[in-house]
């Protein structure tokens, strides 16, 4: 996203497909796709404007075509957990930094009981520990022979991690048995100084899993963009060492919002209800003429519809065990398809299965698991007023307080141009946007185009700038020597055919997305809307810039008749561009979407790699 003086060129992922797409304005031209690429109907229309004269330079080499690439999927790599270090608090004398108990003592003569203390913590947990007990050489878990009541709670806290979807062996730490020998006091200090440290990491591994999830979600993709959650973990555990309240200060670190409560209350609901009796594979596609194993229990479920069983009653008890899809049975697929809210397009896909096999047990509870972590990605307090916008839902809603003012289809980022998954916070509206063309799809898309044509952008009204702001003509550009680096900006004017339509609603952030309207207002019946380069299609983008701009859809209507024009939204209002494939509505309700971009995947491949490292090899 750039600015260039007055003529201000917000660089978007938007969809390119609709400008190649778009019908021509009713003006009598031929369809847009001739006047962008030079159709005869455009091919004579004079330049606007004064241009100065093209610059007499000698034409460059012709540059190897290159592509800009997308971000890709890595690998997830976890951080190697690392040997506690204890020997700072064992080789020399502590330095209380408060008025020790009457454990202080016992503590000290206790640290010898850290020799050959085999801790694996992760690196930041393993500083922290020995920076605070070093500083405070006193027990936070220990009182008198035994592990106190700050322990026992923190213990059954920790034990209750899988009703969090975290998992809880991760922080297990034994109790040491109330019992002991009196004839053996040293090895019992030595037994509890290794309890304590033990379930001192443990308690600041469980906080930062609470407080920021247990993956780094930015090394999975450039796809996803959140900023560091500080962690005082020294801190932690002075706030620890001074409350009786455990249990409530270790519930305070998990996300306190509405959203979180409705999602654990949905994980203990499924992990107390049985499987569904026909699961049928989430992932399956069929069309008329393929064969699947899954088809019968498809039909089965469809079968126990009695409008649809009496309608094909004959159909069903001829065709009801066959693995092929024979052409007899579309009817009855787009009869339950259209009965489901869906196209009757006859195609069985995911969405068509969900909807009428309903997502299975085990697939709820990982999606539900996924939704819980990605949760602890986000604000602890999302914010209200706020919009959300959920990309597998298709779905984007203006908050307030409790209540959903505004809902909305949207299209996003195709699989080859994905949205990200990212927050901000939106400052203005345009109206009558310029697009400013973003430099990947006038490399990947325009470029090739213009190597053979430099003047078509000239016949199709965008215009060309310098990196002074200077307009120039585009045809007297040598696009052939450019690669991947282009030092020109192109913009479409406000028009009937702009890609933005008449509006977009900014929220700057690096990948260049933001929500707008569109003219391809026909991608809103779809059921899977994964049609744009990435920025944000709404379907009632006078609805939502009325919502965020305190205002009503009037006074919008009244300022788009006014000309291009801006305004600066005053309210603080977080939007959240989000990837969940489990979300409550507003009642509470968890809804269950399909993984348009593949990304649960991505998320249990990082999971199950910081299992890895967690898990003790045998």
Request: hydrophobic fraction near 40%; aromatic fraction near 8%; include cysteine.
């Amino acid at each position: 996203m750039r600015s260039f003086g007055s003529r201000s060129v917000m660089l978007s992922a938007a969809a390119f497909a609709a400008v190649l797409a778009l019908g021509a304005p009713q003006a009598g031209a031929q369809g847009f796709f001739d006047m962008i690429f030079g159709g005869s109907g455009r091919q004579d229309r004079p330049l606007r404007g004064n241009f100065p004269p093209p610059p007499k330079t000698k034409r460059a080499p012709q540059a190897a075509p290159v592509k800009i690439s997308s971000p890709t999927y890595n690998t997830y790599k976890a951080t190697p957990l690392v040997r506690v270090d204890f020997a700072p608090l064992t080789s020399k004398p502590q330095k209380a930094t408060f008025e020790p108990s009457l454990d202080g003592a016992a503590f000290r003569e206790a640290l010898a009981g850290l020799d050959g203390l085999d801790l694996l913590a992760e690196p930041d947990i393993a500083k922290a520990l020995v920076a605070y007990y070093a500083d405070n050489p006193d027990f936070i878990w220990v009182s008198g022979s035994s592990a106190n009541s700050r322990a026992q709670d923190a213990v059954r806290m920790l034990g209750e991690a899988d009703s969090y979807g975290l998992t809880a062996s991760d922080y297990a730490v034994d109790v040491p048995p109330a019992a002991y020998s009196m004839d053996d006091t040293a090895g019992r200090m030595k037994q509890l100084m290794q309890f304590e440290m033990k379930l001192s990491a443990r308690v600041l591994r469980y906080v930062r899993d609470a407080q920021n999830g247990r993956i780094d979600p930015n090394r999975i993709s450039g796809y996803y963009d959140f900023p560091a959650k500080p962690l005082d973990m020294v801190g932690v555990l002075k706030t620890l060492a001074h409350t009786q309240e455990v249990h409530a200060y270790l519930e305070s670190r998990h996300p306190q919002n509405a959203e979180y409560q409705a999602l654990r209350a949905e994980l203990e609901t499924l992990r107390a209800s049985e499987e569904n009796e026909i699961v049928v594979d989430p992932k399956l596609l069929l069309k008329p003429g393929e064969t699947s194993p899954e088809l019968p229990k498809l039909l089965a479920l469809i079968g126990r519809d009695k409008e649809l069983h009496d309608g094909y009653a004959d159909l069903l008890a001829r065709l009801g065990t066959s693995e092929t899809y024979e052409s007899d049975l579309k009817p009855l697929i787009e009869a339950a398809q259209k009965k489901a809210g869906l196209k009757p397009d006859g195609v069985v896909g995911p969405r068509t299965v969900a909807l009428l096999a309903g997502t299975s047990k085990a697939d709820k509870l990982a999606k539900v698991r996924y939704a819980l972590e990605e949760l602890r990605w986000l604000p602890s307090d999302l914010g209200s007023p706020r919009v959300f916008i959920n990309q597998p839902a298709f779905t984007a809603s203006y908050i307030e307080g409790d209540q959903e003012k505004l809902k909305t289809r949207v299209v996003i980022g195709k699989v080859t141009n994905q949205t990200s998954f990212f927050y901000d916070q939106i400052e203005r509206v345009e109206f009558h946007p310029y697009w400013g063309v973003p430099q990947s799809i006038i490399v990947n898309e325009m470029l090739p185009r213009l190597r053979n044509d430099p003047g078509y952008l000239d016949r199709a009204g965008y215009e060309v700038t310098d990196s002074s702001g200077r307009q120039i003509p585009s045809s007297s550009v040598d696009w052939g020597a450019y690669g991947a680096r282009v030092p020109y900006n192109v913009r479409q004017a406000p028009s009937e055919a702009n890609a933005l339509g008449e509006l977009k609603i900014l929220f700057p952030n690096k990948h260049a997305i933001y929500m707008h309207d569109t003219p391809q207002k026909s991608f809103f019946q779809r059921d899977n809307r994964a049609l744009s380069h990435g920025c944000v299609r709404l379907q009632d983008p006078r609805g939502m810039a009325a919502a965020v701009l305190g205002t009503s859809v009037d006074e919008i209507a009244g300022t788009l008749k006014k000309g291009h024009s801006s305004e600066n939204v005053t309210r603080k209002i977080p939007v959240y561009v989000a990837y969940f494939t489990a979300w409550p509505d507003m009642s509470g309700k968890v809804e269950y979407f399909n993984d348009v971009y593949g990304r649960d995947e991505k998320l249990q491949q990082a999971l199950d790699a910081t299992e890895a490292v967690r898990t003790p090899s045998t």
